[in-house]
């Protein structure tokens, strides 16, 4: 039994930060890569951000600069810090491990004013 518990997101307005938590049991968390999804209304889901098990990280373009993806194997937990929020980065936030379909129920990100 695998679960992914997605928190942290909510309501911000432009310019704003967020940081968004995945809680993972029921795997061997430290050995696997960890990634950040994000699903927009009426688009498809997007890779966000990366991490390996030992620690490299690779992002896309339209999070780079802003997002950093970290983890704390000790807490089975991977972590999304999204700065200089844009209203484009509205989405429905996932964590999963790539090449999986482990989909919790993400948590909601809105950057609106």
């Known amino acids: 039994q695998v679960q992914l518990v997605e928190s942290g997101g909510g309501l911000v307005q432009p310019g704003g930060s967020l940081r968004l938590s995945c809680a993972a049991s029921?795997?061997?968390?430290?050995?696997?890569?960890m990634g950040w999804y994000r699903q927009a209304p009426g688009k498809q889901r997007e890779l966000v951000a990366i991490i390996t098990s030992g620690g490299g990280t690779n992002y896309a373009d339209s999070a780079k600069g802003r997002f950093t993806i970290s983890r704390d194997n000790a807490k089975n937990t991977v972590y999304l810090q999204m700065n200089s929020l844009k209203p484009e980065d509205t989405a429905v936030y996932y964590c999963?491990?790539?090449?999986?379909?482990?989909w919790g129920q993400g948590t909601q990100v809105t950057v609106s004013s």
């Open positions: 029921g795997i061997t968390f430290n050995i696997y890569p």
């Open positions: 999963n491990v790539p090449g999986k379909a482990y």
